[in-house]
């Protein structure tokens, strides 16, 4: 069988969802943000204001506190939020820095099997406790490490209820310690769309550099 080269893939599957055409370069940009973060995101979707990002973590502080959890010790800040357009948002990119970490590359490298499922369970437990805010999650999906480069990454990825229709949104939170601070990539997306979100997102991923 002949190889597929990239070029046709692309053309194949750009044929399978849309009867346009554009160059492979305008579907995304880099963005740079500080710490020496940068990323490439859909030039296609909505950045979200400076103001509209102290509301997020003004509500996630919010949250906390309505529900009696402990505050975390680190102070975080949102550097990039995203939304998928048109609205409602199908997906959403999410990039925050906690300084500093609760936790090291070293501590990453020697976690063991059980703990990372004492880390989900957890996890369950704190959402529990915010669901009188409006969080509802169906499913805890086991929180694992993965490499990045050189680099460790705690993944914890959950299903949570739609906020603006019936289906579940799938959640992935890839948490890199580096140094003095906490690297936190969120991907999430409406899991009834997952055929055009899934590719999107890796896309984004794969591009991190910090």
Do not use: C
């Not at 750009?14 to 995101?41: A, P, Q, R």
């Not at 502080?61 to 939304?83: C, F, H, V, W, Y």
């Not at 906690?98 to 989900?120: A, F, G, M, R, V």
């Amino acid at each position: 069988m002949l190889p597929i080269k990239p070029r046709y893939l692309f053309l194949v599957v750009t044929i399978l969802f849309s009867n346009s055409t554009y160059s492979e370069s305008s579907f995304f940009h880099k963005i740079k943000l500080i710490h020496g973060i940068s990323i490439d995101v859909p030039t296609h979707w909505r950045i979200l204001s400076q103001a509209t990002r102290k509301n997020i973590n003004t509500a996630g502080q919010s949250m906390i506190d309505n529900s009696s959890l402990e505050r975390p010790s680190g102070r975080k800040e949102t550097l990039l939020a995203m939304n998928a357009l048109p609205r409602p948002a199908g997906a959403m990119i999410r990039i925050s820095v906690t300084s500093p970490p609760d936790y090291t590359q070293d501590d990453l490298n020697n976690t063991t099997k059980s703990e990372l499922k004492e880390i989900s369970i957890e996890m369950l437990n704190m959402f529990r406790k915010l669901e009188s805010s409006g969080l509802k999650i169906i499913e805890m999906q086991p929180t694992r490490i993965e490499k990045f480069g050189d680099y460790s990454v705690l993944v914890m990825s959950y299903v949570r209820a739609g906020l603006n229709g019936p289906s579940p949104w799938q959640v992935t939170q890839y948490k890199i310690p580096v140094s003095d601070k906490l690297i936190e990539l969120t991907l999430s997306y409406r899991k009834s769309d997952s055929i055009v979100w899934i590719p999107i997102l890796e896309r984004v991923k794969r591009s991190l550099i910090f």
